[in-house]
C-alpha cells in the first residue's frame, strides 16, 4: 500500500470555479503535511503547510482529518495561472521522511 | 528565502560514464536529499542526508552514491551511468524538527546516451 495516494485527475475545470483536491495517507504516525505545486518541467515549489486546524491563504483552503487520515486542498475561483499538478506530502515524527503523492493535475479552461 | 542550487539544468553524458550531481542549500538546514521524477512514477527518494558524513538509503539507492562533506553540500554520484538513469533528478533540503516542509531546487535534467 503506498503511504500517500491521491486522484490524479486530470481535473479540467472553467476559470472561476472551485475544485478541490483529496489525499489520503496510510500512517497513522504522520505528524506534517504540506500541498506543493510544480508546473511542467520545473522543481515541486511549497504551496502551503496543512494545520490541524486548518488554514487559508487566500483563495486556497487546506484541511486536515487525522481521524480518517485525508487532508485537502480547495480552491477558489480558479485562475488560468492555477494550472499545474498539485502534490501531498506527509512527514514523519522523524522529520525527515517525506513521502510523497504523484501528484493531481488541474487544468483550467479560459 | 531559502536557496537550493544544483549545479547544471541540463546535462548530458555517455554510458559508463562516472557522473557528479552539485547541490549547495544556504539555511543551514540539517537534511537534504536527493530524488528523481519520471513520468508516471512520481518522486521517488534515492538518497538522504541528515548530518554532515551521514547517509541513508532511500526508495531506489541501486546505481547511485552520495557524498555530504560539508553541511551545505550534498553530491549525487552516478557510479557508471546507464541509460535507464536518464531522469529529472531533484535536491532538497528541510530543517530538522517537525512542520519543515523541503525546498527544491531547480532540478537537474540528466541524458543518458
Known amino acids: 500500500r503506498k503511504e500517500v495516494e491521491q486522484d490524479p485527475g486530470p481535473f479540467n475545470v472553467p476559470e472561476g470555479a472551485t475544485v478541490a483536491f483529496n489525499c489520503t495517507y496510510s500512517?497513522?504516525?504522520?505528524?506534517?503535511f504540506f500541498w506543493y505545486r510544480q508546473d511542467c518541467r520545473k522543481e515541486p515549489k511549497l504551496l502551503m503547510s496543512?494545520?490541524?486546524s486548518g488554514n487559508e491563504d487566500g483563495r486556497f483552503t487546506a484541511q486536515l482529518n487525522r481521524a480518517s487520515q485525508y487532508i485537502s486542498l480547495l480552491i477558489r475561483d480558479s485562475k488560468l495561472s492555477d494550472s499545474a499538478t498539485y502534490l501531498c506530502?506527509?512527514?514523519?515524527?522523524?522529520?525527515?521522511?517525506?513521502?510523497f503523492g504523484t501528484g493531481t493535475s488541474l487544468t483550467v479552461i479560459p | 528565502d531559502v536557496k537550493v542550487t544544483q549545479s547544471s539544468r541540463y546535462l548530458v553524458k555517455r554510458t559508463g560514464e562516472k557522473v557528479f550531481l552539485e547541490c549547495v542549500q544556504d539555511?543551514?538546514?540539517?537534511?537534504m536529499f536527493w530524488y528523481r521524477q519520471d513520468p508516471g512514477l512520481g518522486l521517488r527518494l534515492i538518497y538522504f542526508?541528515?548530518?554532515?558524513?551521514?547517509?541513508e538509503k532511500g526508495d531506489i539507492p541501486e546505481g547511485y552514491s552520495v557524498s555530504r562533506e560539508k553541511k551545505e553540500r550534498f553530491s549525487l554520484i552516478l557510479e557508471s551511468a546507464s541509460t535507464n538513469q536518464t531522469s529529472m533528478y531533484l535536491c532538497?533540503?528541510?530543517?530538522?524538527?517537525?512542520?519543515?516542509?523541503?525546498?527544491f531546487g531547480d532540478g537537474t535534467r540528466l541524458s543518458i546516451l
Open positions: 506530502v506527509v512527514n514523519l515524527y522523524t522529520g525527515n521522511q517525506f513521502y
Open positions: 496543512v494545520y490541524s
Open positions: 532538497a533540503s528541510s530543517g530538522g524538527g517537525n512542520n519543515q516542509p523541503q525546498h
Open positions: 500512517n497513522s504516525a504522520s505528524q506534517s
Open positions: 539555511m543551514d538546514h540539517e537534511n
Open positions: 542526508s541528515y548530518d554532515v558524513k551521514m547517509k
